[in-house]
C-alpha cells in the first residue's frame, strides 16, 4: 500500500479550505495547507469582513445627520479614511493570526507558497514536492477587468480599502451586489459616487421588487445611478480620470473607476487541466456531489466551483466534504448540503436580506403563488427627517400555503432575514407566520402581520 506525505493537502487557505483543513485535522488525518498570501481568503482580506466594517463606517454620517430630530445637536465629527484603514488592517492582522494559529492548533502543517497540481495524488508548492491521499483545491475567485483603452487605471474590489488618496469622486462600474455595495459605502464616505451599469436595474436574479426599490432608495442617498450605460474608454486628464460612455452617452471626470463586473474562478496557474482536471468553459472546476472532479482524488469546494458564491456556502461544504472523506465525528449524523433556502444579505444602504425564491423563479417553479407586500417609512424615521423607506415581501406557494421566498430592503436586513431562513428551511407556512406574534415595534413584525395580498388568487 503506497503511503503519502498527508492524507489531503488543501491548496488554498480560504474559509473554506482552512475549514476542511482544520475539521480533518481533528479527526486525526495527516493535512497540509498551502497558501501564498494571507491566510483567511477573500472574505478576510478583501471581502466580507473588511467591507462590513467599511460599510459600519459609512452610516454614521447619516446617523449624525438624524440624530438632529432626536434632540442632539451640535457639529459632526470629520471622518478621517487614514484611521480606517489603519484600524481594519490592524483587525484583519489580528484575524489572519487567528487562523493561523486555529490550523497550528489542529495539527495542521502550513505551507506558505504558490502550490501546483503535478498529478492526482503530487503537489508541487516552489521547489519541494508533497504527495497526498486525496488533494482539495479551493482558490476561490478573483475579479475580472475588461480589455479596453485605459485599462491600466481601472482598481477592483480587492484594491478599494486601500485606495490612496480617498477619491472625492468614485465611477462604480457594474450592477452586481460588489458594485452596489462600494457605490453605498463610499456614497457614504462622503465621495461623489456615480454608478454604470449596462443593464436597465440593478442586481440582475433578485427580486423585481427589491432591484426596483433597492435603486429609488440609493439614488436618495446621492448614488448617482447612470443604467442602460456602458463605459467606452478611460483617460488620463490633469481634472482626473475622464471615462467616457458608449452611444454618446457623456463623459464623467472622476479620481478612481471601480470595475465590479464580475469574478472568475482562481484556476489559471495551478496544474489542473495538466493534470487532468476538469474546467468548464468559464474555469470552474467541475465537481460532481461529493464535490470530486474529474480526477478522483481531487476535490473543490468554494468560489472556485463557481456554485454559489458565498462564504458560508463554502464553510458547509467543507464540513460534508470532510464527512465524506473521513466519515462523521463520534456520535454525529453524516452531514449533507442543500442548496435550497441560503439566505443572503447584500451591504447596500439600506441594506438587503433575501431568502428563498424572487417572485419570477417562484410562479416558474410552483406555479400559482401569492404575493405579499408592503413598503414604509420605519418609526425610526418619523423623526430622524429621512426619507428612508422599507420593502418587505412574501411570496407564498398556493398549493401547500408554504412561504417560498422572503425579501426585505432595509436597516439591519441581513440580521432580520437569517431568523426567517431557519423558519423556512423548516417549511414554515403562511398560516405559522400569521399565528406568530410580532415583537412590536420592530420592522421584523411586518413578516409576521402581512394578511392582504397583492395579487389575490382569483387574479393568477
Not at 434632540?71 to 470629520?78: E, H, I, L
Not at 482536471?277 to 460532481?288: D, F, M, Q, T
Not at 441581513?414 to 414554515?428: D, I, L, P, S
Request: charged share 20%; with cysteine.
Amino acid at each position: 500500500m503506497k503511503t503519502f506525505d498527508f492524507d489531503l493537502f488543501v491548496i488554498g487557505g480560504g474559509s473554506g479550505g482552512v475549514r476542511a483543513a482544520r475539521m480533518a485535522a481533528q479527526r486525526g488525518a495527516r493535512v497540509a495547507i498551502a497558501e501564498v498570501a494571507a491566510m483567511g481568503g477573500t472574505c478576510v482580506n478583501v471581502g466580507c469582513i473588511p467591507k462590513k466594517l467599511y460599510s459600519y463606517a459609512a452610516h454614521y454620517a447619516e446617523s449624525f445627520e438624524e440624530s438632529h430630530g432626536f434632540g442632539w445637536s451640535g457639529t459632526a465629527p470629520v471622518f478621517n479614511w487614514d484611521v480606517l484603514r489603519a484600524n481594519r488592517a490592524r483587525e484583519i492582522t489580528r484575524l489572519n493570526g487567528i487562523y493561523n494559529q486555529l490550523l497550528a492548533n489542529a495539527g495542521v502543517t502550513i505551507i506558505t507558497g504558490w502550490a501546483t497540481l503535478i498529478d492526482g495524488h503530487n503537489v508541487k508548492v516552489e521547489e519541494q514536492t508533497f504527495s497526498a491521499k486525496n488533494i482539495l483545491v479551493s482558490t476561490g475567485g478573483t475579479p475580472t477587468v475588461p480589455a479596453l483603452e485605459g485599462r491600466e487605471y481601472i482598481v477592483t474590489s480587492d484594491q478599494m480599502f486601500d485606495l490612496e488618496p480617498f477619491p472625492k469622486r468614485l465611477l462604480v462600474v457594474g450592477g452586481g451586489y460588489i458594485a452596489c455595495e462600494f457605490a453605498s459605502i463610499f456614497n457614504g464616505l462622503g465621495a461623489e459616487v456615480t454608478q454604470v451599469h449596462r443593464g436597465e436595474k440593478l442586481l440582475t436574479g433578485f427580486d423585481h421588487d427589491v432591484r426596483s426599490f433597492i435603486a429609488t432608495e440609493m439614488e436618495k442617498t446621492g448614488v448617482r445611478l447612470r443604467l442602460g450605460a456602458e463605459v467606452e474608454a478611460i483617460s488620463k486628464t490633469a481634472a482626473g480620470l475622464q471615462v467616457t460612455l458608449q452611444a454618446g452617452a457623456g463623459q464623467v471626470t472622476v479620481d478612481a473607476v471601480l470595475y465590479a463586473t464580475g469574478r472568475v474562478p482562481n484556476t489559471n496557474g495551478l496544474g489542473l487541466e495538466a493534470a487532468g482536471v476538469k474546467l468548464s468553459h468559464k474555469g470552474a472546476i467541475e465537481v460532481n456531489s461529493h464535490y470530486q472532479s474529474s480526477l478522483p482524488s481531487v476535490y473543490a469546494l468554494g468560489d472556485v466551483t463557481a456554485r454559489l458564491q458565498l462564504t458560508p456556502v463554502a464553510l458547509g461544504e467543507a464540513m460534508v466534504l470532510v464527512d465524506h472523506l473521513l466519515g462523521p465525528a463520534a456520535g454525529k449524523k453524516r452531514r449533507s448540503m442543500s442548496y435550497d433556502f441560503v439566505p443572503t444579505a447584500v451591504f447596500t444602504h439600506p441594506n438587503i436580506g433575501t431568502v428563498g425564491y424572487s417572485e419570477e423563479e417562484a410562479r416558474k417553479v410552483f406555479g400559482k403563488v401569492t404575493v405579499f407586500r408592503t413598503d414604509f417609512k420605519p418609526l425610526r424615521h418619523t423623526l430622524s427627517g429621512s426619507t428612508e423607506r422599507t420593502l418587505m415581501k412574501l411570496l407564498v406557494e398556493d398549493a401547500t400555503d408554504r412561504v417560498v421566498g422572503l425579501h426585505m430592503v432595509g436597516p439591519d436586513a441581513g440580521e432580520v432575514v437569517q431568523g426567517f431562513a431557519v423558519a423556512m428551511k423548516a417549511g414554515a407556512t403562511k398560516a405559522v407566520f400569521d399565528s406568530t406574534i410580532g415583537i412590536h415595534p420592530t420592522l421584523a413584525e411586518e413578516f409576521v402581520t402581512m394578511r392582504e395580498p397583492v395579487t389575490p388568487f382569483a387574479s393568477d
